[in-house]
T-cell receptor
């Protein structure tokens, strides 16, 4: 599986957009970009995934560069409850044998 | 989405004993996985639980130490055998279909 690189920590002011970057320069053509987050003492939570097009759901937006070597997760209006560790993972789809290999992630602190 | 429950939520065990952790999903899923999360660390994939056949283990994990069963599409067990203090961790079950994985709350294991 391709590896990802994320900054270890970031701060964001409450109400502002949080932009979390991820580098995945060795991603393969059939690998998706997945984002999960883990709030303290809870199991990880799925956020969003994409292949090459930008994606948006009720939680976040995912922007993938045209060459697919990097992506950005955007939380449009961060709240204190968004404080968590955010993981960017690249993998093939589950029906192709994909599995999630977690790196160290980015610890996002949303401050009042 | 799928809701994952785990039993027990926590346990304190003596070294040399074994503990079996149960994972129940509220809907049929194609994939089930087991992870370990040591204190202050990211998640490490232990194995893929395959229905009706032997689990597929990641490097560094062996069946004798972590036997896994998956008798049907909604249930799996992980046994931590012959425990030592180094096995003290949170053990998480996840389940999903093609793209999204959902995680249980975890089982916090302390070995004394």
């Amino acid at each position: 599986d391709a590896k990802t690189t994320q900054p270890p920590s970031m701060d964001c002011a409450e109400g502002r957009a949080a932009n979390l970057p991820c580098n995945h320069s060795t991603i393969s053509g059939n690998e998706y970009v997945y984002w999960y987050r883990q709030i303290h003492s809870q199991g990880p939570q799925y956020i969003i995934h994409g292949l090459k097009n930008n994606e948006t759901n009720e939680m976040a937006s995912l922007i993938i560069t045209e060459d697919r070597k990097s992506s950005t997760l955007i939380l449009p209006h961060a709240t204190l409850r968004d404080t968590a560790v955010y993981y960017c993972i690249v993998s093939v789809a589950g029906n192709q044998g994909g599995k999630l290999i977690f790196g160290q992630g980015t610890e996002l602190s949303v401050k009042p | 989405s799928a809701v994952i429950s785990q039993k027990p939520s926590r346990d304190i065990c003596q070294r040399g004993t074994s503990l079996t952790i149960q994972c129940q999903v509220d809907s049929q899923v194609t994939m089930m996985f087991w992870y370990r999360q040591q204190p202050g660390q990211s998640l490490t994939l232990i194995a893929t639980a395959n229905q009706g056949s032997e689990a597929t283990y990641e490097s560094g994990f062996v069946i004798d130490k972590f036997p896994i069963s998956r008798p049907n599409l909604t249930f799996s067990t992980l046994t931590v055998s012959n425990m030592s203090p180094e096995d003290s961790s949170i053990y998480l079950c996840s389940a999903g279909t093609d793209y999204e994985q959902y995680f249980g709350p975890g089982t916090r294991l302390t070995v004394t």
